[in-house]
């Protein structure tokens, strides 16, 4: 009997030791969760926010307005929601379906007039018996430059009370703001675009010609020769024209620089050194399309063509933690720091588009380190006021081009 007792009571310990764990793990857990009511609606709006504001970044379209209609729902808390464009319903959530001409027709006013509006009965008339709808809240959204892109509609089962109206009115606000965010993304991509377009029409025609003309003087005494330089320019024309990709990776930048160091060494000869220290583990890592080659095209057509002698163009590539840090340096006869000063004041100042002006767009040659203002705007507007060219220069002393290029950034990827 003792031992069945002992028994009994080793099961009944156990028990509740187990459930002390319990309730020990379940208090736990509270203490790392968001402990008051207050904490969790802030939470939950500020998630459901960022779930809405995502695709309305991508542009206000029928299939970003399907993905953020349900969201934007749930932040004004309408029997139904409804975005517009300046044509139709673009997405719906929620009741108000076989209302939608009304609500249309009701969005097209208030975004000619650019004022917020409240239906009620008399402008949501309905043959259905059964139809719950009795109100909706109209608010005009507005893009970048206050342009008026689009409608939010809140439909209400009853007469909309004050909280929905302003409700609806701050959500349409925040709304207008994501959609004005994204035509600055838009408007981003387009001038990447074009300076790089702009970067392309500066590939030298003297460039071009003495291209041609180097390969054409091999054609009779070294044919090999002169068909291993025809395939090196195709290759490095095609990347340099190539339709597609913002970005690039490092490697691919250096291919097409080796092809146009290739092509040049065919013209000068033994006078064109090159000296290359690239740490392999940097190799992948993403760039703006073609921001390294026009600092070599530059090293070796402004610095060395009219220097006499031997002449030497290095480049470097090393690991530095988070971010790799790159160097074009020439040995050549360099320019007058005093110049470079008034070619980034002018710069600053210049009222031409992009690719315009360079950063030693100034003196007796024009067309000096021609495309690298334009690349250090885009390695600003990329990664950032921090990560902008620095040019270290002298008369005689060459010329030293830095940056640094963070290995991983937001919406930074090669062929993007």
Known sequence: MGGNLSGVFGVVSLLVALGAAVFAVVRLRARRGIATATQRATYEVLHTAGLAAEPLRAGLSAANAAKAVRHLRALVGAAGLALTDREGVLALDGRGGHHEAQLVAAAGRAVASGRSTVLGDPELRCDRVDCPVRGAVVAPLTGADGRRVG????????????GLVQATLE?????GNQLALAELDSSRERLARAEVRALRAQISPHFIYNALTAIGSFVRTDPDRARELILEFAEFTRYSFRAHGEFTTLAEELRSIDRYLTIERARFGDRLQVRLQIAPEVLPVTLPFLCLQPLVENAVRHGLSRKPGTGMVSIEARDAGTECHITVEDDGVGMDPSTLTAGIAELAGAAGGPGDATLAGVGDDPGQHVGLSNVDERLRSVF??????????GLGSGTKVSMRVPKFHPGVRAGS
């Open 151 to 162: 409608a939010l509609v809140a439909v209400a089962d009853g007469q909309p009370e004050p």
């Open 384 to 393: 950032g006021d921090g990560f902008g060219l620095v040019v270290e220069t």
């Open 171 to 175: 959500t349409a606000h925040w709304a």
